[in-house]
């Protein structure tokens, strides 16, 4: 999964993840971002399995999911996908997920774990969220309708989190996985939201009718 980036400097490894219900244009346009504004050696894509905070909601099936992302990101060397979180069973929690990771790849690996303003709000709330930002940088990019980060208070919550924290200051694009299938159950059209090819693989298996 891991690769050298052949100069021997330190592999920089962005981090995405999330339930990719579908992959859509915005995880793309913020992966691109972070890669090239952080010098990353590469992005991993980690589809959830079971993840916790949305343990009330039907989730498509995994190979779906994950046959979107290949669709999507297969075009990008840069890119890759990892079953980790889906092959593990029970509640996909971050702290293992990057535990794991660190065990997989090499001492001088830099881990980049890359989430939204709106994600950062609720991390206090996350398993061991003292022992995450041990592991890694917490890349951070703007919502659109969502405030920027207050510091301060995470600070007061969690120490040590404020020099752990890289702030993106784009993109910021409007788009969401649910807003998609809602798109989709109602027959409107999604190509301006999602590559053609995950467009099509949607239609083809008709997913969130």
Same mark, same amino acid.
């Given at each position: 999964? @891991?690769?050298?980036? %052949?100069?021997?400097?330190?592999?920089?490894? #962005?981090?995405?993840? #999330?339930?990719?219900?579908?992959?859509?244009?915005?995880? *793309?346009? *913020?992966?691109?971002?972070?890669?090239?504004? =952080?010098?990353?050696?590469?992005? $991993?894509?980690? !589809?959830? /399995?079971?993840?916790?905070?949305?343990? %009330?909601?039907?989730?498509?099936?995994?190979?779906?999911?994950?046959?979107?992302? +290949?669709?999507?990101?297969? @075009?990008?060397?840069?890119? +890759?996908?990892? #079953?980790?979180?889906?092959?593990?069973?029970?509640?996909?929690?971050?702290?293992?997920?990057?535990?794991?990771?660190?065990?997989?790849? &090499?001492?001088?690996?830099?881990?980049?774990?890359?989430?939204?303003?709106?994600?950062?709000?609720?991390? &206090?709330?996350?398993?061991? !969220?003292?022992?995450?930002?041990? *592991?890694?940088? =917490?890349?951070?990019? !703007?919502?659109? #309708?969502?405030?920027? &980060?207050?510091?301060?208070?995470?600070?007061?919550?969690?120490? /040590? $989190?404020?020099?752990? $924290?890289?702030? *993106?200051?784009? !993109?910021?694009?409007?788009?969401?996985?649910?807003?998609?299938?809602?798109? @989709?159950?109602?027959? =409107?059209?999604?190509?301006?939201?999602? &590559?053609?090819?995950?467009?099509?693989?949607?239609?083809?298996?008709?997913?969130?009718?």
């Amino acid at each position: 999964m @891991v690769t050298s980036n %052949g100069h021997g400097k330190p592999t920089r490894l #962005g981090i995405l993840g #999330g339930t990719f219900d579908p992959v859509h244009n915005g995880h *793309l346009a *913020l992966a691109e971002y972070a890669f090239a504004k =952080l010098r990353l050696t590469q992005v $991993i894509f980690i !589809p959830t /399995g079971q993840p916790w905070m949305k343990s %009330g909601r039907d989730i498509t099936p995994a190979s779906d999911r994950i046959g979107m992302l +290949h669709l999507a990101i297969d @075009v990008n060397p840069n890119f +890759h996908i990892s #079953g980790i979180e889906i092959l593990r069973k029970g509640p996909t929690y971050t702290i293992d997920t990057l535990t794991e990771l660190s065990r997989q790849t &090499p001492e001088s690996t830099e881990l980049y774990f890359i989430i939204s303003w709106n994600t950062l709000e609720e991390f &206090p709330r996350w398993k061991d !969220p003292k022992k995450i930002i041990k *592991l890694c940088r =917490l890349v951070v990019a !703007p919502r659109p #309708g969502y405030q920027k &980060p207050d510091l301060a208070a995470l600070e007061a919550k969690i120490k /040590g $989190i404020t020099e752990k $924290i890289v702030l *993106l200051d784009k !993109p910021a694009i409007n788009i969401s996985a649910t807003e998609i299938r809602e798109r @989709v159950k109602k027959g =409107l059209p999604v190509s301006e939201m999602v &590559p053609a090819a995950v467009a099509e693989y949607i239609r083809e298996k008709r997913l969130y009718l």
